[in-house]
């Protein structure tokens, strides 16, 4: 393990410690972490539509840890490049009306490993080109219009894979068939099985009224593109999987809605306030300096929310943790990948629970931690 891995670690060990540091720089918002879970350090996805892969890598990095397989760092690109392929041939069979933008969910991760298997970052960066950080600009823009080649021409040539490769090679770089890690040779396949994650140990969840509870059904969102099934809970449950999981030591990939003023970046905290509570807030995002009363959110609400586009399937994040504000009030901490740098936390966001009731799309769980009453329900 390297120092930095540690650093992470040892973070997370001592919740009094980074009390102490954030109550020094956020005098209004302080935070008392109740339970906190091993996670490597937050990277950066920079100019790319990938925090999918970027919030599945760091579940499955968690994962590592917490089966004892060690601290690992996992190409997220080497994911997002069979992802790009998957793409493109999915609109090709939807003749040209499938989805070409970056984003996906942490299904499409799951079948990519399935298939392809899983690399170490420092074998596979994913950054071929004059650059320090990620930045999929151009590389989109060559993907998209490569993609309309085969539509237009009605067939999928030998050649038109050649050339797409060989634009995936130029801006990621090509994939080695083997490589050495800690003194051992793999394939991708190979250390995949090493690091002994089953995917079939996972499970998708949502929470929505519009579909059965209990049973699986596509999301509706544009993200979905490969139409990935997802087991629909009641609200209630669904919060107790989640915080069942944080309780038995299992972490959450966490995929939901940003786009509120109530969301900030920069300044790690997500809250959903009382509407008498904004008079004098005319920024696009709220102040924070002060502790904002919270509107109770119900299964209704967040489907309202749903159904009139006001919440929206935005961004990927690894929940790791809870905590609580000085009023008592609990928090789920959320690691993201927008470089540490982003704001006070390190990279890390506080969602409240009532904004994780409200604004999450869906979740992914290890099965070991839904609680055994629901996960009958789901059998």
């Known amino acids: 393990m390297s120092s930095l891995f540690f650093t992470a670690l040892l973070l997370f060990a001592l919740p009094g410690e980074i009390h102490s540091q954030i109550t020094q720089k956020c005098p209004v918002y302080q935070f008392e972490y109740t339970k906190m879970l091993p996670a490597t350090p937050v990277k950066d996805q920079a100019v790319t539509g990938t925090c999918w892969s970027f919030a599945t890598t760091s579940f499955f990095e968690s994962e590592l840890i917490?089966?004892?397989k060690g601290v690992h760092d996992l190409s997220e690109m080497h994911t997002v490049r069979y992802n790009y392929i998957n793409r493109v041939k999915d609109n090709y069979i939807k003749k040209g009306k499938g989805n070409?933008?970056?984003?996906?969910?942490?299904?499409m991760m799951f079948n990519v490993v399935e298939q392809h298997g899983m690399m170490p970052e420092d074998v596979y960066s994913g950054i071929n080109y004059q650059s320090k950080t990620h930045n999929h600009k151009l590389l989109n823009q060559y993907i998209n219009a490569l993609a309309q080649v085969p539509i237009?021409?009605?067939e999928v040539t030998p050649e038109f894979n050649m050339i797409l490769e060989a634009v995936l090679d130029t801006y990621l770089g090509k994939?080695?068939?083997k490589f050495t890690y800690n003194g051992k040779e793999y394939t991708a396949k190979g250390f995949y099985k090493e690091l002994g994650i089953n995917i079939k140990d996972y499970v998708f969840l949502t929470s929505f009224t519009h579909h059965q509870y209990y049973k699986k059904f596509q999301l509706e969102i544009p993200d979905n593109w490969n139409g990935g099934l997802y087991y629909n809970l009641p609200l209630d449950e669904f919060m107790e999987v989640i915080d069942n999981s944080i309780e038995k030591g299992y972490t959450v990939c966490w995929d939901g809605d940003m786009s509120e003023r109530s969301y900030?970046?920069?300044m790690g905290i997500a809250i959903m306030p009382a509407a008498g509570e904004l008079s004098g807030e005319n920024g696009t995002k709220l102040s924070f300096d002060k502790i904002y009363k919270e509107i109770t959110i119900d299964a209704a609400s967040r489907?309202?929310?749903f159904e009139t586009f006001v919440t929206?399937?935005?961004h990927l994040m690894h929940l790791i943790g809870k905590a609580k504000d000085k009023n008592g009030t609990t928090y789920y901490v959320v690691k993201n990948s927008w470089k540490p740098e982003i704001n006070r936390f390190g990279g890390y966001n506080h969602l409240s629970q009532e904004y994780v009731k409200a604004k999450t799309i869906s979740v992914v769980v290890h099965k070991n931690a839904i609680p055994a009453h629901i996960l009958d329900k789901l059998n």
């Open 66 to 68: 917490r089966t004892g």
């Open 100 to 107: 070409l933008q970056e984003g996906s969910l942490s299904n």
């Open 152 to 154: 237009n021409n009605k």
């Open 175 to 177: 994939v080695p068939e």
């Open 264 to 266: 900030s970046d920069k």
């Open 303 to 305: 489907q309202k929310g």
């Open 312 to 314: 929206t399937d935005d």
